[in-house]
């Protein structure tokens, strides 16, 4: 097996057992060992699957780039990049999505990130995903970032099915004020733009200059404004 095939073997398992064990094997599973019991193996497969994929991916040699990326696409995916930092960072309050907080879906506001997309958290991965292929166009990592973006953009379809199904009335409503797409809702009337609190404003843009200066340490390049300034 090339090394190429085995990040794509270890990125498929990785994302395939997510999709399982969030959907059809979920609910036998947590019947069969219980919620804390299931939870541990979830977060152990997600962790050897997720180590994996890291593993292989370290060992894969870099193919030639497919282009190179100059300043106008380093700018791009720079701007984008504080975007999906803001989504990220907005995702983490008031969101009717996470454990616990189901009940706030009917009621709750479509503003900030969520008047962009009911979908924040899983659009900053996808759009990391994107950006990372844009500026590093090499096969292997073709492989990582398309199995990050998988698993952020069919899972949330996927979630819209199962809190739908979990709670008709409030999820449709959550649903009727925002939508999957970004954007989509504001173009189409149904949300509003504004609203944004310090956590996804000023808590993005600490993540986003955190996240890109430690590039250079981390992978031998600088990323983001860094280029330009160190």
Known sequence: MSAS????????????SHFLLS???????????????FSGVYSALALLTFGL??????????????WQAGDALWALVTVVMLFASVLLLGSFV?????????????????????GITRHPMMWSFALWG?????????????????AIIVL????????DRKKAAQDPQ??????????????AAIVQGRAQFGGFGMHALGGGLVVWLVATWAHLPLAGWAAGIWRWVL
């Not at 095939?5 to 395939?16: D, P, R, T, W």
């Not at 008031?94 to 969520?114: D, F, H």
């Not at 994107?130 to 398309?146: D, Q, S, T």
């Not at 409030?170 to 954007?183: H, K, N, Q, V």
Request: charged share 10%; with cysteine; hydrophobic share 55%.
């Open 5 to 16: 095939m085995m990040v794509l073997a270890a990125a498929s398992a990785f994302v395939l």
């Open 23 to 37: 959907h059809p094997l979920r609910k036998p599973l947590v019947a069969a060992l219980g919620e804390k019991g």
């Open 53 to 66: 994929t890291i593993w292989a991916y370290r060992r894969a040699p870099a193919t030639p780039a497919l």
């Open 94 to 114: 008031r969101n009717p999505a996470l454990p616990g907080a189901a009940a706030s879906a009917a009621t709750a506001q479509a503003r900030g990130v969520y």
């Open 130 to 146: 994107a950006c990372h292929m844009l500026v590093y166009p090499v096969e292997k990592n073709f492989i990582l970032a398309g």
């Open 152 to 159: 952020a953009l069919v899972g949330a379809a996927l979630q």
């Open 170 to 183: 409030g999820w449709i409503a959550w649903e009727s004020r925002t939508s999957y797409w970004p954007f």
